[in-house]
Each structure stands twice: as C-alpha cells, then as structure tokens.
C-alpha cells in the first residue's frame, strides 16, 4: 500500500477524497434542506484532489461537483428558501467552481513555487559537489608535492596542514599545532645559530607578518634539511583577518649542489693557481735571457704570457665566484686613465678585427683617478671582450671614457643581439649564461659581470644596463675619481 519513501499509492490517494466526498453527500442529503451553505463542505474532498493531481484532479473535482449537485436535486433535497429549486443550488455550484478554480490557481503557484525551490536544490547540490570534488582534488594534490603548507585561523588553531608539515615539524621539534617539544632544531642560514621563539615562523605569521623565501634550517645537525619559507595573511575583508598560510620549499639539495660546486671551483682554482704562478715567472726569466734581436721569438713569448696572465685573470674569477673570497681586496693607486685604457685596449682591438667588427673609442685626454688598475683593467677587458663576442659581424662596439663632476665614466655600447628582461635580471648573477650564448656556443664561465660588479662597487661606483632583443646593449660604469685607500704619496702610473 506504502509507495517506496512511505507515501500512499497512487490509487489509494485517488480513492480517500472519493470516498469522504461520498460520506459527505449523504451527510449533506440531511443538512442541506436546513442549512443550505453546508452544500460547500464537499468542496474540501475536492480541493485534495485538486492540490494532490493537478490538472486531472481539477477535472475529476469538477465532475464530482456537477454530479454531486445533480444527485441533490434530483432527489428531491430543498432547501429552506424561495424559487426555483435550481435557482437556490446554481450560486452554490458556482461558488463551488470558483473555490476549485482558485484552490487549483493555488496549487499552481505551490508547484511553481516548488519547482524553483528544487531547481535551487539542485544548483545548490551541484554546486556543493563541485566544491567538494575541488576540495578532494586540492587537498590531494597539497598532500602529494613536496612543500610545507600549513594553514591557521585568526586565533592560530591549525585549520588544515599536509604530510610534509607534519614530518618537518617531527624534525624541529615544533609541531603543526603549535606544540614546542623540549628539544627544538631550527637554525638560522648559517646551519649553527638557533632562532629564538620569538622569531619562529609561526610566531611571525600569527603577528600578522608577510615574508618570502627566508632560508632556515631544521633538524639535529647530522640530518639538517633547508627550507624557503613564506607567509601570507589571508583577509575576508580590509580589517578582518580570516587566519594566515605558511609555505616551506625544500631546498635541501640544492644548497648542497652549490656547496659541491663551489668547493670544487675552489680546489681546481687554487691547484691551477699555482702552476700558472710559475709559468708567468719561468717566461720573465726566459725572456731575461732572449736575444732582444730577436723579434719573432719575443713576439711568441709574449703571446704565450698574454695568454697565461689571462687564464691567470679567470682563475681569480672563479675564486672570488666561487665564495672562497669574501670581498674584493684592492690595491689603489693614482693612474692615467688614458694609458690605462690603452693597454686595456690593445689585445681587444685585435679579437675586434678578427671577428669583423670596428672597435670605435673615444677617450677623454688627461683622466686621473684613484683605483686599482688591474681592477679596471678587470672591468674594461670583460665588458668589451663580451661585446666583442656576443656582437656578429659585421657590427660596431663603442667604447667611451670621460669624467662627469667627479665621477669617472665607461660607457661600452654594442650592437649586438641585446638582451630580454628575464636576462637583464639574471645577468650579474654567478655562473649565468644568456641563452644565446648558449645556443652559439660563445666561450665562457658566466661570472665575469658578477666580478666587474664586485669591482665596480668595491670602489664605490655603480653598473648600469640598458638593453632590449635586437637593439644591442649599453652598461654604463660610474666610479669615484677619488677611489678608497687613497695612497698620497703614490706616483703616478706610466701606462
């Protein structure tokens, strides 16, 4: 009898109205002839199957209403009044239809009612299990990368954090909860300095501090890894903190890669040193003891120191790039910035030619300044030497020196294959290459600019870039005419 969700079958919810509108009526076969109006409670048997069946109810209701007002004055029913026997039921057939038309007007309403409200469930229900097929996919995704993520509210109660939280915060001793252990392993960069409370991440984020890629260290010192911590406030509106996020990058090996290279720059710098230190000084004696008639074998032989002062000059490089030299150590003095550049020049006039290029320099007569000369030489041989090799033929290199107030000023312009954005920002950075020095195979070790910048600023001064693709590229070095550790007594230098 019970429908399948404990409702009444179809045919018993059709049958119940019938049956009552029957009961009524022979009710009514005895109250109608005193009290006439009493004719409309078969009206409400009715309206149930108007509101139950719609459509096909109103009709069935219609019907049964007809018949039911034909039976009463078919036999014969009168009620107490004056007239016609069909003139007394006529307004009580009509306002029976009325009452069927409005209740089925309501039940209209009702279903439109009800079917925007379904409709809305139904978005509703989409719309939540949408949301909660996306929480599915993001939390699982959270759960399998490699990054600390671990979300908090206003108060600081953990909302949400993934495995890889919950293992480093096993390895420091502070857990995702905010739960400090008696033994605490979080370092500062140098791997040895413990951080206080106080400036533990967790206690920066809950003051409300934003932070990037802070490097720290966590573990017992036999089994330290490092991460790149950030934090970032989450707001519903202006003054309205929700809670705040913390995000940890492990970059355990990659640190431990550039330890590996620089300590292997290091050595093989400093076992090169040694020899190269020899040769320079074997070829001094060698050429004491040549005939100095004779030309052809002193032109080889100052080739070959050319050469070994040059690898001489990268073997510094790599040392200083490779960490192993704090700062830049100079030795100044008061030079002609004119011979200097002479000399500076000479060689790179040269590779100039052999690459097709024209070398145009314009120097300013009578530039004195307080520098380290091999510094500066440094400076000009990488800055020109890389546009020499980066420039295709044919092309031009401009080199510019003059003195602007006291400041002294290099300008060396190219008009080579320029450089991008994303290059420009990368490209005083140790061991870069751009990538067309990559795609022609153009000899080098990507830290000269990192050097000419140590150099530069070492004294004082300043490097600017300005480049964009196809247009060539222009730095711009300003230095001090009065460098540091000015030495008063020293004499000027001859070139």
Same mark, same amino acid.
């Given at each position: 009898?019970?429908?399948?969700?404990?409702?009444?079958?179809?045919?018993?919810? %059709?049958? =119940?109205? %019938?049956?009552?509108?029957?009961?009524?009526?022979?009710?009514?076969?005895?109250?109608?002839?005193?009290?006439?109006?009493?004719?409309?409670?078969?009206?409400?048997?009715?309206?149930? %199957?108007?509101?139950?069946?719609?459509?096909?109810?109103?009709?069935?209701?219609?019907?049964?209403?007809?018949?039911?007002?034909?039976?009463?004055?078919?036999?014969?029913?009168?009620?107490?009044?004056?007239?016609?026997?069909?003139?007394?039921? $006529?307004?009580?057939?009509?306002?029976?239809?009325?009452? /069927?038309?409005?209740?089925?007007?309501?039940?209209?309403?009702?279903?439109?009612?009800?079917?925007?409200?379904?409709?809305?469930?139904?978005?509703?229900?989409?719309?939540?299990?949408?949301?909660?097929?996306?929480?599915? =996919?993001?939390?699982?995704?959270?759960?399998?990368?490699?990054?600390?993520?671990?979300?908090? +509210?206003?108060?600081?109660?953990?909302?949400?954090?993934?495995?890889?939280?919950?293992?480093?915060?096993?390895?420091?001793?502070?857990?995702?909860?905010?739960?400090?252990?008696?033994?605490?392993?979080?370092?500062?960069?140098?791997?040895?300095?413990?951080? &206080?409370?106080?400036?533990?991440?967790?206690?920066?984020?809950?003051?409300?501090?934003?932070?990037?890629?802070?490097?720290?260290?966590?573990?017992?010192?036999?089994?330290?890894?490092?991460? =790149?911590?950030?934090?970032?406030?989450?707001?519903?509106?202006?003054?309205?903190?929700?809670?705040?996020?913390?995000?940890?990058?492990?970059?355990?090996?990659?640190?431990?890669?550039?330890?590996?290279?620089?300590?292997? =720059?290091?050595?093989?710098?400093?076992?090169?040193?040694?020899?190269?230190?020899?040769?320079?000084?074997?070829?001094?004696?060698?050429?004491?003891?040549?005939?100095?008639?004779?030309?052809?074998?002193?032109?080889?032989?100052? *080739?070959?120191?050319?050469?070994?002062?040059?690898?001489?000059?990268? *073997?510094?490089?790599? /040392?200083?790039?490779?960490? #192993?030299?704090?700062?830049?150590?100079?030795?100044?003095?008061? *030079?002609?910035?004119?011979?200097?550049?002479?000399?500076?020049?000479?060689?790179?006039?040269?590779?100039?030619?052999?690459?097709?290029?024209?070398?145009?320099?314009?120097?300013?007569?009578?530039?004195?300044?307080?520098? +380290?000369?091999?510094?500066?030489?440094?400076?000009?041989?990488?800055?020109?030497?890389?546009?020499?090799?980066?420039?295709?033929?044919?092309?031009?290199?401009? *080199?510019?020196?003059?003195?602007?107030?006291?400041?002294?000023? $290099?300008?060396?312009?190219?008009?080579?294959?320029?450089?991008?954005?994303?290059?420009?920002?990368?490209?005083?950075?140790?061991?870069?290459?751009?990538?067309?020095?990559?795609?022609?195979?153009?000899?080098?070790?990507?830290?000269?600019?990192?050097?000419?910048?140590?150099?530069?600023?070492?004294?004082?001064?300043?490097?600017? /870039?300005?480049? #964009? &693709?196809?247009?060539?590229?222009?730095?711009?070095?300003?230095?001090?005419?009065?460098?540091?550790?000015?030495?008063?007594?020293?004499?000027? +230098?001859?070139?």
């Amino acid at each position: 009898m019970a429908g399948a969700h404990g409702r009444l079958s179809h045919r018993w919810r %059709l049958s =119940l109205p %019938l049956v009552s509108l029957v009961a009524l009526v022979l009710m009514g076969t005895e109250i109608v002839p005193v009290l006439p109006t009493a004719a409309l409670v078969v009206v409400l048997p009715l309206l149930w %199957l108007v509101f139950e069946f719609g459509w096909p109810g109103a009709f069935i209701a219609s019907a049964a209403l007809v018949t039911v007002m034909q039976l009463l004055y078919l036999g014969d029913v009168v009620p107490q009044g004056e007239g016609p026997l069909w003139v007394q039921y $006529l307004p009580l057939a009509l306002l029976g239809l009325g009452l /069927l038309l409005g209740g089925r007007q309501l039940a209209l309403e009702r279903d439109r009612r009800e079917d925007r409200l379904t409709a809305q469930a139904n978005r509703l229900r989409a719309t939540l299990d949408a949301n909660e097929d996306q929480l599915l =996919l993001t939390q699982t995704l959270l759960d399998i990368i490699d990054v600390t993520i671990v979300a908090y +509210d206003d108060a600081g109660e953990r909302i949400w954090d993934n495995p890889d939280a919950r293992r480093l915060g096993d390895l420091a001793g502070i857990q995702t909860d905010g739960t400090i252990e008696p033994v605490v392993h979080y370092y500062a960069p140098d791997r040895v300095t413990p951080v &206080p409370p106080e400036e533990f991440v967790l206690a920066r984020a809950h003051r409300g501090e934003e932070f990037d890629a802070q490097l720290a260290w966590f573990g017992p010192p036999e089994d330290q890894v490092a991460y =790149l911590l950030s934090s970032r406030q989450i707001h519903r509106t202006q003054h309205d903190r929700f809670g705040y996020v913390i995000v940890g990058i492990p970059v355990t090996d990659v640190l431990d890669s550039v330890r590996a290279r620089e300590e292997f =720059l290091t050595t093989v710098s400093h076992e090169l040193r040694t020899p190269l230190t020899s040769i320079i000084g074997y070829h001094e004696l060698i050429e004491d003891e040549i005939d100095p008639a004779d030309v052809t074998v002193l032109k080889m032989l100052r *080739v070959a120191q050319r050469n070994a002062h040059v690898l001489l000059s990268r *073997v510094g490089q790599l /040392l200083q790039a490779s960490g #192993s030299s704090e700062a830049v150590e100079l030795k100044t003095r008061t *030079v002609d910035l004119v011979d200097l550049m002479e000399a500076a020049l000479t060689p790179l006039r040269t590779a100039a030619e052999t690459a097709g290029l024209d070398l145009e320099v314009d120097v300013q007569p009578g530039i004195k300044a307080t520098l +380290d000369p091999d510094c500066f030489t440094q400076v000009v041989d990488n800055l020109v030497g890389n546009a020499v090799k980066y420039t295709p033929a044919p092309g031009t290199v401009t *080199v510019r020196l003059h003195q602007r107030a006291d400041m002294v000023v $290099l300008e060396v312009v190219d008009t080579g294959p320029g450089l991008s954005a994303n290059e420009q920002s990368h490209v005083f950075e140790r061991f870069y290459r751009t990538a067309s020095a990559t795609d022609q195979a153009v000899q080098g070790i990507g830290v000269g600019l990192s050097v000419v910048k140590a150099i530069v600023e070492a004294h004082g001064g300043q490097i600017d /870039l300005a480049s #964009s &693709p196809g247009t060539g590229t222009r730095f711009e070095v300003t230095m001090p005419v009065e460098g540091p550790d000015t030495e008063p007594d020293a004499e000027p +230098d001859a070139g």
